[in-house]
């Protein structure tokens, strides 16, 4: 039945990935792309393998939002990176602040109000992405298609989302020597660095990102969070969920090339970091010369890690921190917890495993690091429950 054309169906309540729910005339849920809650739509169905629910992509708005806008990219809809286009930016921001208050009321049953916040500097969700991934073929960039492989190509101009420091269409190409996928990346300083396959191309081997005082260098090909606003956004909600004290003790879990580590720092604090990445530890090392680094698994450096700790930072990849880590850390007993999510599934899980071990949700901040996405960090300040 996939490709079938349903309705009209009337549109629910956003959900988690960037589809909105609604509900066949037999009960059935369906997960339906490129509507907003309230509209009357049909939907082509694109997934009908699941006994209780299906997917499926808006065909035609019968009865439309008043939040519907015209994309501004032409291969919006056909394009994965965006899920949210359509959408006037003042109800993405409002859809993805719903999705993260109900994942924690389903998950860790808490009723929270939360809010997502535009990044300062943003430009109207244009033009922020300092970091590309692209397809080559047949001398033509492009992306791929929602959760497949399919080829969708770049359009003339460029993707709208890229900086405006990034390197068109063709350059990229030319600069691609025939590799199948290339990634760009572009600094503070509007250095591009080009690369494919862990072989740089083009540009400088290292990377210079700035944040208030500090001057982080990295590989460019290495992480860094991709909207140029994130990074000090990060870092200040960061530094207000823990308000660090001169001479407290902190750990830096996940700390990358040392972000986090170095706000700690100037904040007076005794730092030591974890991250699996030796390379990642090697730069964090040279940007925060002041801090202790060690390589390795999270879940297996606790031993190696100062026995008294006052504040952690938790920066874990999509998957979330887990049962393991979650122990280990409110183990320690530390007075403040600051949990930084890309994935609001995650967090809501592991705010509710942090609750098994008596700490609660003191706050939460949601940061709007990509506009036109279903994606939303949050920062997530945990204390000791004074009622365990």
């Not at 994309?71 to 993260?100: I, N, S």
């Not at 359009?155 to 405006?164: F, Q, S, T, V």
């Not at 090909?221 to 001169?246: C, E, I, N, S, Y």
């Not at 592991?350 to 990509?370: E, K």
Request: charge should be negative; glycine fraction near 10%; include cysteine.
């Amino acid at each position: 039945m996939a490709s079938t054309v349903v309705g009209p169906v009337r549109v629910g309540a956003p959900a988690h990935g960037g589809s909105c729910v609604a509900r066949m005339d037999d009960g059935r849920v369906l997960f339906v792309r490129h509507a907003i809650p309230g509209e009357l739509v049909r939907v082509r169905i694109v997934d009908d393998t699941h006994a209780s629910w299906w997917s499926g992509e808006t065909t035609e708005v019968l009865e439309t939002s008043p939040d519907r806008v015209a994309p501004p990219c032409p291969v919006a809809g056909r394009c994965g990176g965006c899920d949210l286009q359509h959408v006037a930016l003042p109800r993405q921001r409002a859809l993805k602040a719903e999705v993260v208050s109900g994942l924690l009321r389903r998950f860790a049953g808490l009723d929270v109000p939360v809010t997502v916040e535009a990044v300062p500097g943003d430009r109207e969700g244009l033009a922020w992405r300092t970091r590309m991934r692209y397809l080559v073929a047949d001398g033509t960039l492009g992306l791929r298609a929602w959760h497949s492989s399919a080829f969708v190509p770049v359009p003339a101009h460029g993707c709208p989302l890229a900086c405006a420091a990034s390197p068109g269409p063709a350059w990229l190409v030319h600069s691609a020597a025939d590799a199948p996928e290339v990634a760009v990346a572009v600094d503070d300083d509007d250095q591009v660095a080009v690369w494919a396959a862990g072989v740089r191309l083009a540009g400088p081997e290292s990377l210079t990102q700035r944040v208030d005082a500090r001057t982080y260098h990295l590989r460019g090909d290495g992480f860094w969070q991709v909207h140029p606003g994130a990074a000090g956004a990060l870092t200040r909600a960061v530094l207000q969920a823990l308000a660090p004290v001169t001479g407290e003790t902190a750990w830096d879990l996940y700390c990358g090339v040392g972000l986090f580590a170095g706000a700690l720092v100037d904040a007076g604090c005794d730092v030591t970091g974890v991250e699996w990445s030796t390379d990642a530890v090697d730069h964090a090392r040279a940007n925060v010369p002041q801090a202790r680094f060690v390589a390795g698994r999270v879940e297996r450096q606790f031993a190696r890690l100062p026995r008294r700790v006052d504040l952690v930072v938790l920066d874990p990849p999509r998957r979330g921190a887990g049962a393991d880590v979650v122990a280990a850390v409110a183990g320690a007993g530390p007075r403040a917890i600051a949990y930084v999510a890309c994935d609001p599934a995650a967090l809501a899980r592991d705010v509710r495993l942090f609750a098994g071990h008596g700490y609660r949700l003191a706050s939460i901040r949601g940061l709007d690091l990509f506009p036109m996405t279903h994606h939303v960090e949050c920062v997530a300040a945990l204390v000791p429950d004074a009622a365990s």
